[in-house]
């Protein structure tokens, strides 16, 4: 395999040796920065294909294709003795608890960091442009990082999410500092560590399709036998599902409801290179969902019907406007400051004291002295 230009830097470590004495020697560094690269948006079975790590004086990218022994890396990551800085760790944190079973412990996430500094751009590029002046490449954004051998540059760009982080994690730790806000940071970083990768019930994923609860009758099954089809082409040429055709199409199908070729060219989103290749599949699958008998079309699983509490929605709709003045208040984006579920499960609880204010499990302890008083005082009835 052909090692991509890179870097002198950038260790791009493609064996089990080489891997393990870059752990080992970076096993006393007291933070370390990761980060993963996926490619969902080019293959059906999206795996980590890159792990990259920094220290504050080194940047390694892991081929994790050839390296296979990494359970020392796994140890590093859940040592609370080992500060572990992420940008945005939701996704990295789940595809490490799925690929290897990792968990992490005493995270920093730059991110959640700069929302609790009400940052106008919490993206890595704006940070790090803010902050250090560093500009992005953004030629990668969307790179199939499941391809050997990597482009020229793919690496350095890898490497440029990790290798800035530990300085971007200090800058943003110190502000955090100032505004008496290190302590709401530290508490959204300890729920992280409960993140764990979650499977998908592919027997109802076409339910998840936009549009697809608005479909009656036969177009259901039609977009059921459809969703069914493209899975199984994707699953076999290794190909994310929506470079097979795209869900829109899906929902143009299912509403047409094409029996012919000629038919099929009208719909919306079937080109000439699709016709000729899926066509005769893309029929197939309709006539079976036609065939389908009424009694088996299929319904989405609702929920009980609730019928509308008008005091309830007024008390959202009163909390909404106290949180929103707090949000000025303590110049916090409101979302961030307390999401509107949150506030539905205060609106439901209507706690009269803080203690009460405090059995409510969404609700953060740093939510709860910063808006808490003021939601009680809210709930309160207007004379």
């Known amino acids: 395999m052909t090692t991509p230009s890179t870097s002198p830097d950038i260790e791009f470590l493609q064996d089990n040796d080489l891997a393990h004495r870059f752990l080992e020697a970076i096993e006393q560094e007291p933070l370390i920065a990761v980060d993963t690269e996926a490619a969902s948006f080019h293959r059906y079975h999206d795996r980590v294909y890159l792990l990259q790590i920094s220290t504050r004086e080194r940047t390694a990218v892991i081929d994790p294709l050839r390296v296979t022994q990494l359970d020392s890396l796994g140890q590093r990551l859940a040592d609370p003795g080992t500060e572990v800085v992420f940008h945005d760790a939701d996704y990295d944190l789940r595809m490490l608890d799925r690929d290897y079973g990792f968990r992490a412990t005493n995270l920093f996430d730059t991110r959640i960091a700069a929302q609790l500094l009400n940052e106008p751009g919490i993206g890595l590029a704006a940070l790090l442009e803010k902050y250090l002046g ?125 029996r012919t070729p000629a038919a099929l060219k009208t719909v919306r989103g079937i080109s000439s290179e699709v016709l000729q ?31 509308p509490d008008p005091e309830f929605l007024e008390r959202v709709e009163r909390l909404k406007l106290v949180r929103n003045a707090e949000a000025i208040r303590v110049d916090l984006a409101p979302g961030v400051l307390c999401p509107n579920g949150i506030l539905e499960a205060v609106a439901r609880l209507e706690p009269k004291t803080m203690e009460e204010m405090g059995r409510i499990g969404e609700l953060r302890r740093w939510q709860c002295e910063v808006i808490g008083p003021a939601l009680i005082e809210g709930l309160r009835p207007p004379a």
């Open 134 to 258: 560093i500009t992005l490449d953004k030629r990668f954004q969307r790179a199939d990082w499941s391809r050997r051998p990597l482009l020229p540059g793919m690496l350095e760009y890898a490497a440029m999410d990790t290798r800035h982080l530990p300085q971007l994690r200090d800058i943003l730790q110190e502000k955090l500092v100032q505004m008496g806000r290190l302590a709401w940071a530290k508490e959204e970083f300890a729920a992280l560590e409960q993140l764990r990768w979650t499977p998908v019930n592919a027997e109802e994923g076409f339910w998840r399709i936009k549009g697809a609860k608005q479909l009656r009758g036969p177009a259901v099954s039609i977009l059921r036998e459809l969703y069914n089809w493209r899975d199984s082409v994707a699953r076999q040429l290794d190909r994310a599902p929506f470079r097979v055709l795209n869900n829109e199409t899906f929902i143009e199908l299912a509403n047409a409801q094409p």
């Open 277 to 307: 290749r899926r066509g005769g599949d893309i029929l197939t699958a309709v006539e079976r969902g036609l065939a389908v008998p009424v009694s088996e079309i299929p319904r989405p699983e609702r929920g009980p019907r609730i019928r």
